[in-house]
């Protein structure tokens, strides 16, 4: 699994509950995949956050290669009926 120096400098500086391996579950298993105008790959999945009991919805966007991580955050906008 490769990241992007942005996702490494950034991404991981500004969120820390975002971990590589909740982002590779949700690239392998996603509620959802939309590529989008730029050729970039968003993928939403369920995950459970340390100490917490409810899952949220965790958006990672990867390059146009579907592998390399390049962002993810929570995504409170998420809603059931865009699956």
Known sequence: MRTTR???EQVRRKRPY???ESCWQVVQSPLRR???P???I???GRITLRGEAESRILR???LEDGETIHN???DRRY???DE
């Open 6 to 8: 942005y996702f490494d």
């Open 18 to 20: 975002v971990d590589l």
């Open 34 to 36: 939309e590529r989008q």
């Open 38 to 40: 730029d050729g970039r």
């Open 42 to 44: 968003r993928f939403w």
């Open 60 to 62: 990672v966007v990867t």
């Open 72 to 74: 993810a955050f929570l």
């Open 79 to 81: 809603r059931e009926e």
